[in-house]
């Protein structure tokens, strides 16, 4: 039966697998239209040694989806409160592309809910948007940019899209786009993506995301964690440039460690053996540096 935590009267759904008191429980968070399903290769292996824990965002799965302003802050105060109230002790917090960016808000500003990150492909621009190297947008880019920014604003304009992108058959395109490890896009993968698609607010929730101007920036985070950081970084992901943000991570990031791997924008489903192999040895590594 799905698990249900009350927050500002709204029920959020989430996942428990584990126990382990004497080691920093595991909070999984996932990225933009997935949801707790997303970490089930993850959940059923970390969940042997450690106390793991899965989320969906306010908006995602099976959470409820409410006519709110959505943005990174409304998520910190989710998973803030959800660690704080369901949890009881810091967590290390792994996220997936937005789930990343929420983690990072939470480790900025409520460093006494944050044991440690992990990011998967995370989002988030930094305050310096250009790749380092890159050459400064054409005036046509920016055109485009400023186009289908507007677009999305508009009701019709975000629902258009939204019931364009919805369907099964552009979930599985996309998915492949986004996969190194094409066995991995199962039709259970892209039911799993489509089901809360067809949830009251769902449309609604999807129109709000993108309408929000974006919340703090990842290098003024970044200023703000003291926690270890470990980034595992799809390095074939097509939507970030692995190289050129781990180049960011490097020149902001306090306390920080990375891994490579051949895997897309989803490195834990894309490659779930490895992303398991190396999140329990990170978590070991912790363990041993502060006993």
Same mark, same amino acid.
């Given at each position: 039966?799905?698990?249900?935590?009350?927050?500002?009267?709204?029920?959020?759904?989430? @996942?428990?697998?584990?126990?382990?008191?004497?080691?920093?429980?595991?909070?999984?968070?996932?990225?933009?239209?997935?949801?707790?399903?997303?970490?089930?290769?993850?959940?059923?292996?970390?969940?042997?040694?450690? $106390?793991?824990?899965?989320?969906?965002? +306010?908006?995602?799965?099976?959470?409820?989806?409410?006519?709110?302003?959505?943005?990174?802050?409304?998520?910190?105060?989710?998973?803030?409160?959800?660690?704080?109230?369901?949890?009881?002790?810091?967590?290390?917090?792994?996220?997936?592309?937005?789930?990343?960016?929420?983690?990072?808000? @939470?480790?900025?500003?409520?460093?006494?809910?944050?044991?440690?990150?992990?990011? +998967?492909?995370?989002?988030?621009?930094?305050?310096?948007?250009?790749?380092?190297?890159?050459?400064?947008?054409?005036?046509?880019?920016?055109?485009?940019?400023?186009?289908?920014?507007?677009?999305? $604003?508009?009701?019709?304009?975000?629902?258009?899209?939204?019931?364009?992108?919805?369907?099964?058959?552009?979930?599985?395109?996309?998915?492949?786009? @986004?996969? @190194?490890?094409?066995?991995?896009?199962?039709?259970? +993968?892209?039911?799993?993506?489509?089901?809360?698609?067809?949830?009251?607010?769902?449309?609604?929730?999807?129109?709000?995301?993108?309408?929000?101007?974006?919340?703090?920036?990842?290098?003024?985070?970044?200023?703000?964690?003291?926690?270890?950081?470990?980034?595992?970084?799809?390095?074939?992901?097509?939507?970030?440039?692995?190289?050129?943000?781990?180049?960011?991570?490097? $020149?902001?990031? $306090?306390?920080?460690?990375? +891994?490579?791997?051949?895997?897309?924008?989803?490195?834990?489903?894309?490659?779930?053996?490895?992303?398991?192999?190396?999140?329990?040895?990170?978590?070991?590594?912790?363990?041993?540096?502060?006993?």
């Amino acid at each position: 039966m799905p698990t249900f935590f009350d927050w500002q009267g709204h029920q959020i759904h989430y @996942v428990q697998a584990g126990h382990n008191p004497d080691r920093p429980p595991l909070l999984l968070i996932h990225g933009f239209g997935a949801s707790t399903d997303h970490w089930r290769k993850n959940i059923e292996v970390l969940g042997q040694t450690y $106390q793991v824990w899965a989320i969906d965002l +306010l908006g995602f799965g099976r959470s409820a989806k409410p006519a709110l302003s959505y943005s990174g802050q409304l998520w910190q105060a989710q998973i803030h409160d959800f660690i704080q109230q369901k949890i009881g002790r810091p967590a290390v917090l792994a996220g997936n592309s937005l789930g990343g960016y929420a983690a990072l808000c @939470v480790a900025g500003n409520h460093p006494e809910s944050c044991a440690g990150l992990i990011l +998967l492909n995370s989002a988030g621009a930094f305050t310096d948007t250009s790749p380092l190297g890159s050459q400064p947008l054409h005036p046509l880019q920016v055109a485009f940019r400023n186009f289908a920014q507007a677009f999305f $604003q508009q009701p019709w304009g975000s629902r258009l899209i939204f019931e364009f992108v919805r369907q099964k058959s552009q979930i599985r395109q996309t998915l492949k786009k @986004v996969y @190194v490890n094409q066995d991995q896009v199962t039709e259970r +993968l892209v039911a799993e993506i489509y089901r809360p698609s067809t949830d009251p607010g769902a449309a609604q929730v999807f129109a709000a995301i993108f309408a929000n101007p974006q919340g703090e920036k990842v290098d003024q985070l970044l200023a703000k964690i003291s926690a270890p950081i470990y980034c595992i970084w799809g390095e074939q992901d097509p939507w970030i440039n692995a190289q050129a943000r781990s180049a960011k991570f490097h $020149q902001y990031a $306090q306390n920080f460690q990375e +891994l490579f791997i051949r895997a897309g924008h989803c490195p834990h489903d894309d490659a779930p053996e490895l992303v398991n192999q190396a999140i329990a040895a990170w978590l070991e590594s912790r363990t041993k540096v502060s006993t």
